[in-house]
């Protein structure tokens, strides 16, 4: 099984697909970032404990209200892009 962890080798894409993948006992080769959450049987319950679990591996804050938004393992992903990139920025406007 592929570890999510974000200070491995792997991508971003393939670390959320890995977490994902075992969150539900899943074979990592069948997530893919076109997969709905319909698809892999994932209803609210799991959406939350997964927002929980990347919220705290990436040190991310994911705003309850875009949960909503979350269809595909690829929303995930571009959600956690965007906000590392915004968390990066504050971080770099906030260096003196």
Sequence with gaps: MTDPNPRST???PEQITA???RSKNLDPS???????FDELQIDSLDKINLTFEI????AIQIP???LNELRTVGDVVAGVQRLMAEKTQTHIQTQP
């Excluded at 069948?30 to 709905?36: A, G, M, Y």
């Excluded at 919220?55 to 990436?58: G, R, V």
């Design 64 to 66: 309850d209200d875009s």
């Design 19 to 21: 977490l994902i993948a």
């Design 30 to 36: 069948v997530v893919h970032l076109s997969s709905t």
């Design 10 to 12: 792997l991508d971003l």
């Design 55 to 58: 919220e705290e591996i990436y």
